[in-house]
Nanobody, 128 residues
């Protein structure tokens, strides 16, 4: 059974940094594309970033491009999201998602429907 679990959220001041982690089990990790999503109160869940199985191809939403970096360590079955220059608009619940995918192709995208497996989320709160 595929399971993913996020960690690393917390409270940070505007301009600060956080690194989120997502540990996966029950799968051959490098055979899965991984994504990060977030959901602010009263808003739809939105895609933030995704990365393919090899870790060499990634995609970012315009709102985080240049500030966030997605990466993965396939030996540790772990996905990361380094978040710098955090803004109050980045506040929300952050979710890790997985989908079986090509090792070399671009990640499937930033739509919720692109992923099959989801974690429970980790809260990120940015104070201004």
């Amino acid at each position: 059974q595929v399971q993913v679990m996020e960690s690393g959220g917390g409270l940070v001041q505007a301009g600060g940094s956080l690194r989120l982690s997502c540990t996966a089990s029950g799968l051959t990790f490098d055979s899965y594309a991984m994504g990060w999503f977030r959901q602010a109160p009263g808003k739809e869940r939105e895609g933030v970033s995704c990365i393919n199985g090899s870790g060499r191809k990634s995609t970012y939403s315009d709102s985080v491009k240049g500030r966030f970096t997605i990466s993965r360590d396939n030996a540790k079955n772990t996905l990361y999201l380094q978040m710098n220059s955090l803004q109050s608009e980045d506040t929300g619940m952050y979710y890790c998602a997985a989908r079986r995918w090509s090792y070399i192709a671009d990640c499937p995208g930033l739509s919720r429907d692109d992923y099959n497996y989801w974690g429970q989320g980790t809260q990120v709160t940015v104070s201004s």
